[in-house]
């Protein structure tokens, strides 16, 4: 059985991404003491879905992973997004 | 071939333990498949004769031998016992089991020890079922459903039942689980996606709502039982809940899982009519897409359960709009089974007959199925037998006839040995009788008006329900000379051939009954698998 | 090929990390039901939930938020570090990863325990007396994180097995599939976490 070869990810990258991924936190948390009314909900959730795209990325490694998982992953988001909206289709025009 | 064939097979060797105990601890794909089916066939006959006991009271109008309460208790057990423990396992578990590894030639699935662990899972949630109906105070009376908030409300033994529901659908995960991996992973050199069969094709596209819709349930009958023990009040109006998004949550996943019964079905249709025909089948990447385009779409119409529950129009009409695609591609199949057979030389056997059967009911089941689908017809129907009728049609006579052609297809497989012919053909003629006298009766008296899960009715129905349960009694005397006909088969039935049907794809290309390894020599492949001359 | 009787084992690290990637979908789904429930229950009762989420202590839910990506980095980088062959930073990384663990659950607890003496939990009589809206948010608080903490403590289990693997060899510089699986699900939970946390604490 041929092995892949395995990529690896060095310390220093994973320092990088911790690095992003608590600046990111300190935003979100910041971002409650202003009054932003209904965008509140939409930028803590866009930060939350970029800290989770960079987790999945690099401390999940599908970055460097073979295409199916990519598009496995892809799948499953896309179907819950999907869930979400349809979902949403009887709750918003009640 | 010989007797030795069955001493060298997969029946007599396994693991280091003898008798039954080898059989209990083995990691053999094809043994846990035939565990599977033995588990299955007497959750059958339980739910079977539950099922005759609701016909037996619904003879006559008024209460005849059972009382409301029980009436409810038996609908609920029966619903419980069939889906879950009987076609929701049935063909990916049994037949996807013993032969899906086979037929894209591997020796065993990717994880073996997972698939025993998640057999036992699944007798565990079986034990739990049926232990929820005498323990506790009194059986579930909610319906298979648990519609809240009356599954909240209710004094009776729910959260038994919910917790087995629960266990199952892990048990169903982690079979589809496994079997993705083993497609992705596992295929024999050669062999690329559409060079595959397609029954590992359509246990693939099953696999994947098996994965992905059973959480969703998993979840929310854990917020039942949250509702029951704590008081959280997700679905209760009184605590600001809301009972419909659990009809949502709930459908969500039980849609899809109809799809998880009948995909498989056409997958055992599709191999069976190439055999039988000896013809390529006809438009193989049409089947492919139309199995990946039904598990996609049939993942998106479960609101089409609730058009009465009070959902919002713009949801109702968008479900209905999705419900008559997902019929596009069912169609394609069976246009695509037709043409197969077309100028095919036809080679009339039991499994060919209980085909035609399973075509003949499928298309009466999918044609009143888009009857509920649409918004105005299902406001009259909603409710009432004909969704029962439109339902077994689909479930029995779909998935239920596609059994009972995989069984007598791939007998000679399994066991190495025949059955009797004649016996067969009797039994699915009789089966067909008893289940079309059973069941047509309840799309007119449904339309009519007669509720569903009512113990008592209008005189006015009474000659459907006498029909139907005549109709019963001759599809019980069908399945007792089939199983009859099966076991005296299994142990002294005729020495079949390897290859009893001309059949092409790999599992006709080792011995009857199998080696525990399968292949000596893993085949590679260079053509499709339908290549007959 | 050989033509051995018995099933030849052979090791497929793909094919593992196929089932548990599988196997974190179905998770994902899991939570993403709670969070359909959620997010319906704060389209209803917004004004309520803001009440709600006001009486949620912003500071521990920020503590664990970091404490979560801390963890989620040293085990990282414990993989990159049984990879390179360096199996004292290994064990040493992993049993950071560990004690960060136990640190939120020790969090949770005290978080939890101040909502308990103020008889705020499901069933309590004080929560029945509250609007419908901020039930439903303490409800769906006490069932998300609960479900989440149990995960917590799986994963703690999950790694504290990988430790005593590698220490005794079972899991090796070429042989690390199941360190990797199990880094796997500790991301899964820190991902659940990154939602759950602004949806809940951040909202008011």
Known sequence: MEQEHQHITSYRTYAIVLTALLFLTAITVFVTWFDLEALTIVVAMAIACVKVTIVISYFMHVKHDKLVFKLMVGMVFILILVIFLILFSDYLFR | ?533 | MENSITHTEHRDDTASKMGMWLFIFTELLLFGGLFIVYSVYRSKYTADFHVAANQLNTFIGTVNTVILLVSSMTVAMSVTALRTGNKGLTLKLLATTIFFAFLFLVNKYFEWGLKFEHHLYPGSELMLTLKRGELLFFGLYFFMTGLHALHIIVGMILLIVIYRKIQTGRITKDDNVLLENGGLYWHLVDLIWIFLFPLLYLIS
């Not at chain 2, 057990?77 to 032969?99: S, T």
């Open chain 2, 1 to 533: 071939m010989e007797i030795s064939a069955i001493e060298n097979s997969y029946l007599k060797h396994g693991t280091k333990y003898k008798g039954i105990l080898g059989w209990l601890t083995s990691t053999d794909h094809k043994r846990i498949g035939l565990m599977y089916m033995y588990a299955i066939m007497i959750f059958f006959l339980v739910g079977g004769l539950l099922g005759g006991l609701m016909r037996l009271e619904l003879f006559r109008p008024g209460q005849d031998y059972i009382t409301a309460q029980t009436y409810n208790a038996v609908f609920t057990v029966h619903g419980v016992i069939m889906i879950f423990l009987v076609v929701i396992p049935g063909l990916a578990a049994v037949f996807g089991n013993i032969l899906m590894p086979i037929m894209i030639g591997a020796r065993d699935v990717a994880f073996p020890k997972l698939n025993l662990f998640s057999f036992y899972i699944y007798i565990f949630g079986a034990i739990l079922a049926i232990s929820s109906q005498f323990l506790g105070k009194g059986a579930p009376d909610t319906g298979w459903t648990f519609y809240a908030p009356y599954s909240t409300d209710t004094n009776t033994n729910v959260v038994a039942a919910v917790l087995a529901a629960f266990v199952l659908g892990f048990s169903s995960i982690l079979t589809g689980l496994n079997f993705i991996v083993t497609i992705h992973r596992m295929r024999a050199p050669g062999m690329t996606w559409f060079k595959m069969p397609l029954f590992p094709w359509s246990l693939y596209a099953t696999a994947w709502i098996q994965l992905l819709a059973t959480p969703i349930v998993g979840i929310t009958l854990l917020m039942i039982i949250a509702e029951r023990w704590f008081k959280i009040g997700f679905f209760d109006p009184n605590l600001g809940g809301d009972p419909i998004l659990f009809q949502h949550l709930f459908w969500i996943y039980s849609h899809p899982a109809v799809y998880i019964m009948i995909l498989p079905a056409m997958g055992v249709i599709t191999e069976i009519i190439p055999t039988f025909s000896q013809k390529r089948v006809f438009g193989y990447k049409a089947i492919v897409f139309s199995s990946v385009a039904i598990a996609a779409v049939g993942y998106l119409v479960w609101g089409h359960h609730m058009y009465t529950a009070g959902m919002s129009v713009t949801a109702r009409w968008f479900f209905s709009l999705l419900t008559f695609i997902v019929a596009v591609p069912s169609a394609i199949k069976v246009f695509n089974w037709i043409s197969t057979m077309y100028k095919g030389s036809i080679n009339l056997q039991p499994p060919f007959f209980f085909t035609m059967a399973f075509i003949f009911n499928f298309m009466i089941g999918g044609l009143t199925g888009l009857v509920l689908g649409s918004l105005a017809t299902d406001i009259h129907v909603h409710d009432t037998a004909f969704v029962v009728a439109h339902f077994h049609y689909i479930i029995f006579g779909g998935m239920g006839f596609a059994f009972l052609a995989a069984i007598h297809y791939w007998f000679p497989k399994i066991y190495g040995r025949m059955y009797n012919n004649k016996l067969a053909n009797t039994s699915c003629a009789l089966i067909f009788g008893g289940f079309t006298l059973l069941y047509f009766p309840q799309f007119i008296i449904g339309l009519q008006g007669m509720p569903r899960r009512y113990f008592d009715y209008l005189p006015k129905y009474e000659w459907g329900q006498v029909f139907s349960f005549f109709g019963a009694i001759v599809l019980g005397i069908g399945i007792l000379i089939m199983l009859i006909n099966l076991f005296k088969s299994a142990r002294k039935g005729k020495i079949a051939s390897s290859n009893p049907w001309g059949g092409k794809t790999l599992e006709w290309t080792i011995a009857s009954p199998p080696t525990v390894e399968n292949f000596e020599e893993i085949p590679i492949i260079t053509e499709g698998p339908y290549e007959y001359k």
